[in-house]
């Protein structure tokens, strides 16, 4: 485990780092997630191994930091990550990006491009979201105010959230699963689907087939956005279906179709 101090006040994040080759990879986990448990099983595959590797915890989660000054916007997220990987001496990175942390992951590479060389996002987060009292997700915690949530509201979360995601969720500060999931609702100005759109390097958006299509499939598509749907998986897609998603991940990473990955 390693660490960088990322706010004035010495906050900091940590992640777990797997040696090897740079150019260097970042895993970034979602919502409530925690990225050494979401992604080291497809990490260490050996059609994506050898690689420096850095599983990182947002500031607010996991291993990392739970300040309750921070604001947990997906800006705030952004350059908090940012100064973590500066500290690592991360440059022109590859980014495997979850959910929320893809959000993250989109505005730090609009903010700090020299930090983000490649985006492979995971079922993220590329507009706004209403929220939805008992939702799921971000928008059913949105729902509450944070005075409700941190009164109880939590408590409700949690036993919707069932036993596999508040296992990590109970890891984060929850003053910083409120925030993060208020702002994340929010999304950001330009929005995330705005930002990747603008971006000028190669991005692939990776969700689940039964999902359906992914709204604005074809402008993404236009902007050079690889869009690939994985089948018998849910949102944790790399969970689900980790085959899969490694074949698709690796393909991303080397531009091939996830059909020519993995040799037979």
């Known amino acids: 485990m390693r660490s960088a101090a990322v706010t004035p006040e010495g906050d900091?994040?940590?992640?777990?780092?797997?040696?090897?080759?740079?150019?260097?990879?970042?895993?970034?986990?979602?919502?409530?997630?925690?990225?050494p448990a979401y992604f080291t099983q497809v990490a260490v595959?050996?059609?994506?191994?050898?690689?420096?590797?850095?599983?990182?915890?947002?500031?607010g989660h996991g291993i990392s930091d739970r300040p309750t000054r921070f604001d947990y916007t997906l800006e705030s997220h952004a350059d908090a990550l940012a100064a973590a990987l500066t500290g690592a001496g991360v440059t022109g990175a590859e980014f495997i990006?979850?959910?929320?942390?893809?959000?993250?992951?989109?505005?730090l590479a609009a903010r700090h491009p020299d930090l983000v060389s490649r985006l492979v996002l995971v079922d993220a987060n590329l507009d706004p979201v209403p929220p939805v009292r008992h939702g799921e997700g971000s928008s059913g915690i949105a729902h509450y105010s944070e005075q409700e949530?941190?009164?109880?509201?939590w408590e409700e979360v949690r036993d919707r959230a069932g036993a596999h995601w508040w296992s990590t969720m109970r890891l984060a500060g929850l003053e910083a699963l409120h925030r993060s999931a208020v702002h994340l609702t929010r999304g950001t100005v330009p929005t995330m689907r705005e930002l990747l759109l603008d971006l000028r390097i190669p991005r692939t958006c990776l969700l689940p087939e039964a999902a359906g299509p992914l709204p604005g499939t074809d402008a993404l598509t236009e902007a050079g956005v690889r869009v690939v749907a994985i089948p018998d998986c849910g949102h944790n897609i790399m969970l689900d279906n980790p085959e899969a998603f490694v074949r698709a991940t690796a393909a991303a990473l080397t531009d091939r179709e996830p059909s020519e990955s993995r040799p037979a």
């Open 12 to 35: 900091r994040i940590r992640w777990v780092e797997l040696p090897g080759q740079e150019p260097p990879r970042v895993y970034v986990h979602g919502l409530g997630a925690t990225s």
């Open 45 to 59: 595959d050996p059609l994506l191994a050898g690689r420096r590797s850095l599983l990182i915890d947002l500031l």
């Open 97 to 107: 990006a979850h959910s929320m942390g893809g959000s993250v992951a989109i505005v």
């Open 149 to 153: 949530f941190l009164e109880g509201g």
